[in-house]
């Protein structure tokens, strides 16, 4: 997961890039276009904290439903084997009305889970895929600070 943006190191240039805008007018017009930057680095830093948060609780979900699912699975098996516990109560009239229905819920607890890890494994690819994209973006913008910082002469103090 992305934790450390970077985000502190691009601003810890602002205040270099501030004693430039004194300068000539291609000199302010960088020192501006690095500023406007700064709230499209915080946006850029948003999206990504967003979409990790929404990667970790997809996956943590998606551990929940497993979790449930190995559960259901194992009531689904000691169903099939004739060993649930409902099988073995004998003496209800409706016993075997009972038991079908209590199969066909098994069977239906398990079946929706399975359907919610799938919707949840591609949920995770789509925000996984998303992420990286928005990391991309991040490094993209990045290396073009890197690029117009370089290209501002440098200040003596």
Known sequence: MLRNTGLDDDRSRIPAIEDRRSGTPRLRDMSDELFSSDSRLQLQEHRIQTLS?????????LE?????????EADLDEFNRGEHPIQLQRGDP????????????????????Q???????????????QLAIEQGRWSDFNARLDALDASLPTVRR
Do not use: P
């Open 94 to 113: 409706d016993h075997d009305k009972i038991v079908k229905i209590t199969g066909e819920e098994i069977n239906a607890n398990v079946e929706r889970r």
């Open 64 to 72: 929940k439903t497993r979790l449930d699912l190995v559960h259901w």
């Open 53 to 61: 948060q929404q990667v970790v609780d997809t996956r943590a979900e």
């Open 115 to 129: 359907a919610h890890m799938q919707t949840l494994r591609a949920q995770d690819a789509e925000l996984s895929q």
